[in-house]
């Protein structure tokens, strides 16, 4: 094998971000948009033990270490630990989330053959004594992961898994609406709707008194709704539109949605995606480029074109 097979023709985004807990660590681990579960290069050598140079140097060292503990000849079943050794040669070239450098990864599920060929070693009495922390790493990580993976089958074959998740969305909103409505102050300062409007091609009718946003069409409204509030964690947006229903045929609803947010957690987040979203759009010349750039700070699988059609359902606004 040369070092050019280990090169991945180009490189996949990401979707998904998030930190793992190993043995002590945080590793920062990734789900590609092709549903890939990926750990960082880095991560995989820290997490049993390994000089942590990067890039597909450090590929190439796991790879070599992995080929030694193959050549000793442990039996195995898995047809994926006779070729770990070329899988780890070849990590997967990716780009995060929200942009920044190629990284190096790992499939997720190489971490744990790695780990199952390192135990064959070391119950065979196979291993060098410098072998030996690798293996005790290994011990560690199988043992977490045994004990996490028969409570997610447990949950999955109980059903438990849905009054789970059902769970885990009533501690979001928990903590995303407030009991009771918050004094009214505007979370949308006139220069996010200027640059919305500037950017859609509106004319901007500004209204006499202090309360309430800028004159529009309704698809501003909808526009805020996919740009701030969907944006919020899953479910805040609809427990929104259930507490503050449409209340006539323009769309209008009696609130602000934003006065139903916590004032510790909901509206800091609101008031940083409307800081966030209003940046972007500044810095964009037109519409398209602003998608663009939005698109890259809040990725979202197969999104093409506008964000949705001018005839699409009316879902209120801010």
Known sequence: MTEQDAVPEKPVRA????????AGLEIPCYVLE???RLITQRGMQQAIGVSTSGGTAGAHRLARIV??????????????????????YQPRLFLPPRGGLVAYGQEATALIDLCELILKCRDADLLSESQYNMATSADVIIRAFAKVGIIAVIDEVTGYQ?????????KILAAYIAPSLMPYTSRFPMEFFEELFRLRGWKLQRISNSKGSPKGPRYAGKLI???????????VADELKQKNPIINDKGQRRYKN??????????????KQVAVV???????????????HFERAFPKPNMQGDLFPDDAEDEGEE
Not at 225 to 235: Q, R, S
Request: no cysteine.
């Open 225 to 235: 709704n996919e740009l701030i509030y969907k944006k919020l964690p899953p479910g």
């Open 278 to 292: 209003g940046t972007l759009m500044k810095i964009s010349p037109n519409w398209r480029v602003f998608e663009r």
């Open 162 to 170: 849905e009054i789970r998740d059902r769970e885990e969305l009533q």
């Open 258 to 271: 934003y006065r139903f947010l916590t004032a510790d957690v909901g509206d800091p987040h609101l008031t």
């Open 67 to 88: 080929g030694k503990l193959e050549a000793k000849g442990v039996e195995t079943d898995d047809l994926t630990l006779r070729t770990l050794s070329s899988r780890i």
């Open 15 to 22: 979707s998904h971000k998030g930190l793992l807990p190993i």
């Open 34 to 36: 092709d549903g890939t």
